[in-house]
């Protein structure tokens, strides 16, 4: 395994060391060991601990107070020559590279210092790498090996698998358990008062009474509104008929009074016609005075300029202008009463056509309702209310077939949630058997695995139940885990022996500094000896007679 050779840092004031693959450094507090230390986490990892098991350090604010220069930085030297580098400037963000290493004492102090489901996942991590998914099925029920296999997943191990399971398993049981008791009060509360299930046939022919008390309602409402339309004539067709016969009687009679010769020329086509007639007349008169033998008017043979024959002549021409204006008035009282018949005749012939029509339109009139709107209206009504009868107990039926519905499905989810839950709980415990067993197994060949790093005067005992986990020495036939700090110190730098993976390039063992005896501190040193990475124990303690053999030693002097 690599190891690092040399250190070199600003932590703390600086400094600079070489160093082996075990390395006791010594010094007065204050000296600058844990700079050393941690300057070798820093370039390696990007964390620092204190040396007394606290909490690492890993927030950039806090690393940046390790030393007062704006930039700090640690860097050490591999034996294989690379160089691995950590650096913070101000509060920007840190870098760090070249090969990476591991402190197996953060796993072991977090692993084992916690709760006793914490301790069995450590064991099982650091001790039963060899274990296949074969091995864990193989010791499950048969029952059950399906669903475990189902719910591995072939991205973790075998192990995480069992712990991922186990964990998920006992969740999943009491999940599917409050669903159960979810469906359970639901289907309990969902069956209250539903009273019998009706059948489909029942549930059918409410459906069917309601499509018929709905068609019913609609025939109502439809004769309902026939009453409302009908409007009965004003008249009979008798009294049409009637009045019909009497006005064409009127007409006839006054087209027959009219008379065939009446003259129906306007009055201004009459005027003219008079004018014309006088002026004929005077003409005539004009042409007897102009030469005529005798008089045309009066056929005197008397000479033309007598005084007798101009007064007849006058006479002739007044009486002629009295008799037209006498006619001329005739005609006109003869057209008044030929335009007035004529309207007469004009409004009785109009009256006439309006009655025949009105008479057709009767003819074509609807008869009236067999029901009227005084019967109607109950009938709406009544039809009304039957068929919200119907409609409530279609819907009671459909509620209460939804109801049974649903309760059924409750109560049937409600089964499958508990035998599901059922399941998930016995694969839960199956999987908690496999593992104690597993970690009984393990505790063996942990302890084992252990002692080859303690002195040979301790004897390792652990011991893992349900709820505890407790780990110490065993004096006198007793496991005692009240250890004092220095027992601690070497049984937890042990642990961290034994739980360092097999391969692993660059592993660095730092153990807690607790205030060693010197002779306690020599067989610690000598049991981190048989260590397969490096070590490097910080102490303000000499070893008695000396560090063993294979161990550079490191002294430091307080800066003064």
């Known amino acids: ?27 007065p507090n204050g000296a600058g060991k844990s700079a050393l230390v941690n300057a070798v986490e820093l370039a390696l990892t990007g964390k620092a601990s204190d040396l007394q098991g606290r909490d690492l350090v890993a927030q950039n ?117 409050r669903d159960a008791n979810a469906a359970k009060a639901r289907a309990d509360e969902s069956g209250w008062g539903l009273g019998p299930e009706p059948s489909d046939d029942e549930v059918a022919a409410l459906d069917a009474a309601l499509v018929a008390a709905e068609e019913h309602y609609i025939q109502a409402r439809q004769t309902l509104a026939v009453a409302l339309a009908y409007q009965p004539p004003v008249t009979t067709l008798e009294e049409l008929n009637a009045e019909i016969d009497a006005l064409d009687g009127a007409v006839a009679a006054a087209i027959e009074s009219r008379g065939p010769g009446h003259d129906t020329a306007s009055p201004e086509q009459a005027k003219a016609r008079t004018q014309a007639q006088f002026r004929e007349t005077a003409i005539r008169a004009l042409a007897y005075t102009e030469g005529l033998a005798a008089c045309f008017l009066c056929g005197s043979a008397h000479g033309r300029d007598t005084t007798d024959h101009h007064e007849a002549l006058v006479g002739k021409l007044v009486a002629a202008q009295e008799r037209a204006r006498v006619r001329n008035l005739a005609q006109a009282e003869q057209r008044n009463r030929d335009s007035q018949l004529e309207a007469t005749i004009l409004r009785g012939e109009g009256r006439v056509a309006q009655l025949r029509a009105q008479r057709d339109a009767l003819a074509q009139f609807p008869p009236p309702p067999a029901v009227s709107e005084a019967q109607a209206r109950p009938l709406v009504d009544e039809a009304d209310r039957a068929r919200a009868a119907a409609r409530a107990a279609s819907k009671a039926a459909h509620d209460a077939l939804a109801g049974w519905t649903a309760a059924r499905a409750d109560r049937t989810a409600y089964r499958d949630a508990e035998g599901e839950s059922e399941a998930w709980q016995a694969l839960a415990l199956a999987c908690r058997r496999v593992t104690d067993n597993l970690v009984q197994d393990a505790i063996g060949r942990f302890t084992s695995r252990v002692q080859r790093f303690l002195p040979s005067t301790d004897e390792f005992s652990l011991a893992i139940t349900k709820t505890t986990c407790k780990l110490g020495l065993v004096r006198d036939g007793a496991r005692h885990s009240a250890l004092s700090g220095a027992e601690w110190a070497r049984v937890m730098a042990a642990i961290s022996c034994a739980c360092t993976p097999e391969g692993a390039e660059l592993p660095v063992l730092v153990p807690e500094d607790r205030a060693w005896d010197s002779r306690t501190l020599r067989s610690v040193l000598q049991g981190l000896s048989n260590y397969p990475g490096q070590v490097i124990v910080a102490t303000t303690t000499k070893p008695w007679r000396g560090a063993p053999k294979g161990w550079e030693t490191i002294e430091l002097e307080k800066a003064q």
Not at 17 to 25: C, D, K, N, Q, S
Not at 102 to 121: C, H, N, Q, W
Not at 151 to 167: D, F, G, K, W, Y
């Open 1 to 27: 395994m690599k190891h690092v050779t040399a250190i070199r840092h600003n932590l703390k004031g600086g400094g600079s060391a070489e160093i082996g693959r075990r390395t006791l450094v010594l010094g």
């Open 61 to 177: 604010a806090a690393l940046a107070t390790l030393s007062t220069d704006r930039v700090v930085w640690s860097e050490v030297t591999l034996s294989d020559g690379a160089t691995s580098r950590w650096e913070i400037e101000g509060t920007g963000r840190p870098s760090r590279t070249g090969p990476e290493g591991i402190f197996p004492l953060r796993e072991v102090t977090t692993g084992l210092t916690g709760s006793a489901d914490r301790a069995r996942k450590f064991l099982l991590r650091y001790v039963c790498d060899g274990i296949t998914e074969e091995t864990v099925a193989e010791a499950l029920p048969k029952a059950l090996r399906g669903k475990y296999s189902a719910a591995c997943n072939t991205e973790r191990s075998p192990v995480e698998n069992l712990q991922h399971i186990t964990s998920r398993a006992a969740q999943r049981a009491a999940e599917l358990g």
